[in-house]
């Protein structure tokens, strides 16, 4: 039985990803885009983020570009949105 309290969210995540993304994007925010692993672990260092979101960026692959926080989140393996066509 659903908590029908939950929040609702989107297929394929949990409420459990989108707080995870929720704090990455907070750390970022919306000019750092495009960047690669060492613009965002420093971009996250200079907001002040919390040490998770510093761990998860440093996680990220070297050399990579990302262009928003969908595909960092995909790149860490936090659950995200499943389009339908």
Known sequence: MTDPHQSATSPGMGQGDVEHR????EALGKEVW???????????QESNAPGR?????RR???????????????????????HRF
């Open 34 to 44: 495009p960047a690669d692993r060492e613009t965002l672990v420093a971009k996250a």
């Open 22 to 25: 929720a704090a990455i994007a």
């Open 60 to 82: 990220l692959p070297e050399g990579q570009r990302f262009e928003n926080v969908q595909e960092v989140a995909r790149a860490l393996g936090i659950g995200t949105e499943q």
């Open 53 to 57: 979101v510093l761990a998860d960026l």
